[in-house]
């Protein structure tokens, strides 16, 4: 998997965040304010050019560390506020809040997007998971498997799928197009146990 950009630095605020979760520790952990990214020349997989590893000593460097001239710089809270007043779901078109932030992509290694323009590239969770299940095969005889795809339909299938697995992409796609995917608690608490149930019955016992 290609990937220029490995994290040189984070600087953590002072304050801890604290914790949702029932009968855990009250304050869980530091989250980063700022980090600081080392993006590798010429857009070569990280690693490549500036080695993390030296093979004649065979130890762990971090001189690519200080490349001033290859650090991308992360603020969080400026990424929060653009991404706030910018960023559109790519499925139902809603806007990014803290509760129901616009964040998560169907792309890797996109290009640069413009500083000032509505983006419409990523998506909330629960819209992404629509997204993805309107793209995967549901049919209820599907043909022989080409390349990835079902020969009737043209959408995505993998040599064998789970069946739970394709009722919950059915179940999924009963969503209304461009219905934010939050509207429809009771089809997501259905999935989840669809994709568990497919889980646990792949895995072998003991």
Request: glycine share 6%; charged share 25%.
């Amino acid at each position: 998997m290609h990937d220029p950009l490995v994290v040189a630095f984070e600087i953590c605020r002072p304050w801890p965040r604290r914790s949702s979760l029932r009968g855990g520790r009250r304050y869980r952990y530091w989250p980063p304010m700022v980090t600081v990214w080392h993006r590798e020349p010429g857009g070569a997989d990280a690693g490549e050019v500036c080695r993390h590893y030296d093979r004649a000593t065979r130890k762990i460097t971090h001189g690519w560390r200080f490349h001033v001239h290859h650090w991308s710089v992360q603020v969080h809270l400026l990424q929060r506020w653009h991404r706030q007043i910018f960023a559109r779901c790519g499925w139902c078109g809603g806007r990014s809040t803290r509760r129901w932030a616009v964040n998560v992509s169907h792309q890797w290694d996109a290009p640069r997007r413009r500083l000032f323009r509505v983006d419409r590239s990523c998506f909330h969770v629960e819209c992404s998971s629509v997204e993805n299940a309107r793209r995967q095969c549901t049919c209820a005889l599907p043909p022989r498997v080409d390349r990835g795809c079902c020969v009737r339909c043209g959408l995505h299938l993998a040599t064998w799928r789970h069946p739970a697995e394709t009722a919950a992409y059915r179940a999924l796609k009963d969503i209304p197009r461009g219905a934010p995917g939050r509207d429809y608690p009771e089809i997501f608490r259905q999935t989840t146990a669809l994709f568990a149930q497919a889980r646990a019955e792949r895995e072998p016992v003991g």
